[in-house]
């Protein structure tokens, strides 16, 4: 009650499994649609693929608006409609341009966590603002993500409304059956799903600790672009997909990444003209295998393509999944990373995480296929080939040698190969002098 009488703007409901949160939003979403005051008011549930909406919403959505005299359901377009011109409609954030050039009155994001961070600033954000709809994040935690930082607002923030619903204080499961689950979980699980915690580990997640120490050690931070040096790009091709870039540059002992982009729906020379105009000096693009498979409309592979459009691609040897989980697993403590524009595939990295057998309670032996997998298979494949660009770079025409010391024994990661030599010939320079 408190949740549907709130008259924030910015709602935000970390619940527990089978809390009744989505049968809470899909009351609200029908309510809002019959009293809001403009013509034709349009809200929505979105959840992370449109199956789910389909599978766990629509049920409810038909069932709780059948009783208004006059409502309308559409099938085939998962929508309402009522006798007052409202509609309310499920949508899947799986496919996020298609919802641009929409209004909404109120929206609601189920499983927020598991959305790709531009989903709400690129896509739900403009479609509140010339009726400055409402919005309702609802879900349980998956670390400090985008969901973590709208629960942090909600405590923080007047304009905004929260409330946390854990199993051990609501009395909606049984105490038997919290107890049975947790015999069956792992402390991890059962804290994240059952006591909304943001500090449990993401189950299954190939990259998470990798990508957490990367935080602790300051090596996600503000990463500049070496102009003297090429930028490779890292690319997962997608054909139906979203399309996943990383841009970095690699060093003697680590690499810098420095960019990331990603859409979907449109073409090569799309991403073509993304490149040409960062301003970069442009190395080679890191693509897969299957770069070389001929297109049915063109008849051209997607190499040929590229190349036709000003572009170097360098296709990086075929692997096993595994073995290119690992390769990242391994080149993640040797990275920096641009926080600011790495950002959504920061996330995509810390998400990434293998798919989890509902029945049998374990962890499957491949990954879940989400908004996370291209930016994670785009990592693959650098992981796979910066070491070999690493090779190709030129070497310096006067002797030197390439160990740099940092003073505690080690090799820096954080200096170009040139600002190596420099610093290098530098040292030798100053001790015979």
Not at 186 to 203: D, G, R, V
Not at 269 to 298: F, Q
Not at 342 to 348: P, Q, R, T
């Amino acid at each position: 009650m408190a949740f549907h009488n709130t008259p924030h703007r910015w709602r935000v409901i970390v619940a527990h499994r089978r809390a009744g949160k989505t049968v809470a939003c899909i009351n609200h979403l029908i309510r809002s649609a019959l009293t809001c005051q403009h013509p034709e008011p349009r809200t929505a549930y979105v959840a992370p693929l449109f199956k789910q909406s389909k599978d766990v919403a629509w049920t409810y959505l038909k069932r709780f608006s059948a009783v208004i005299p006059g409502t309308v359901a559409n099938e085939s377009e998962l929508r309402i409609d009522l006798p007052n011109g409202g509609r309310v409609r499920l949508y899947g954030a799986d496919n996020p341009d298609g919802m641009r050039g929409i209004y909404l009155d109120d929206c609601v994001l189920d499983e927020f966590a598991d959305m790709r961070p531009r989903m709400l600033p690129e896509i739900i954000r403009p479609a509140l603002s010339d009726r400055r709809g409402s919005l309702t994040l609802i879900g349980t935690p998956r670390g400090h993500n985008d969901f973590y930082k709208a629960w942090q607002a909600s405590q923080n923030d007047d304009e905004w409304y929260g409330v946390m619903l854990k199993a051990s204080e609501t009395g909606l499961v049984a105490q038997d059956e919290l107890d049975s689950a947790r015999k069956l979980m792992s402390p991890e699980q059962y804290e994240q799903e059952f006591e909304c915690s943001f500090e449990a580990a993401i189950t299954g997640a190939y990259w998470g600790r990798e990508m957490g120490q990367a935080d602790t050690a300051g090596r996600i931070a503000n990463v500049p672009v070496d102009p003297e040096s090429p930028v490779y790009t890292a690319w997962d091709l997608g054909v139906r997909d979203s399309t996943a870039i990383w841009f970095f540059q690699p060093l003697m002992g680590g690499v810098n990444v420095v960019d990331y982009y990603e859409a979907s729906g449109v073409g090569v020379d799309h991403y073509a003209e993304v490149l040409h105009g960062k301003g970069y000096k442009l190395g080679y693009c890191l693509v897969p295998h299957d770069a070389k498979v001929k297109e049915w409309g063109s008849g051209r592979t997607r190499i040929e393509i590229m190349q036709n459009l000003n572009l170097q691609p360098w296709v990086v040897p075929d692997h096993r999944l595994m073995d290119g989980i690992q390769a990242g697993r391994t080149t993640i403590p040797l990275a920096r990373f641009d926080r600011t524009k790495c950002a959504e595939g920061i996330e995509a990295l810390k998400q990434y995480r293998a798919e989890y057998d509902e029945e049998r309670k374990v962890l499957k032996p491949t990954p879940l296929h989400d908004w996370s997998s291209h930016a994670a298979d785009a990592w693959r494949y650098l992981s796979i080939g910066w070491r070999e660009l690493r090779a190709t770079e030129p070497a310096p025409k006067s002797p030197v040698d390439f160990y740099i010391g940092t003073g505690d024994g080690t090799i820096s990661s954080n200096l170009s190969i040139k600002e190596m030599v420099e610093r290098q010939t530098k040292r030798r320079k100053d001790a015979e002098a």
